[in-house]
């Protein structure tokens, strides 16, 4: 949603907005490393254990990522408890 202090959106409406507003506002820049962003995400969601929210993780690229080994490893080791 562009607030890094509070990162929420609400519900499907709430992704769309954060999508669309992301959408005039970044701008896309190298290095992209990935694996950071995954890793921080995945630690929120970890927090959340009783299933009361869920977590998208929307990520827009160029098509060039720095850390792409890094990138697959974190996605791998992303699961569901």
Do not use: W
Request: glycine share 8%; with cysteine; aromatic share 6%.
């Amino acid at each position: 949603n562009g607030d890094a202090a509070n990162p929420a959106c609400s519900g499907i409406e709430g992704v769309l907005e954060a999508y669309h507003h992301s959408l005039r506002r970044v701008q896309l820049y190298g290095p992209t490393n990935f694996a950071p962003i995954i890793n921080h995400v995945a630690r929120s969601a970890a927090e959340v254990l009783d299933g009361s929210q869920y977590f998208v993780l929307l990520i827009i690229t160029d098509g060039v990522i720095s850390d792409m080994a890094q990138t697959k490893e974190a996605i791998v080791n992303v699961r569901p408890l």
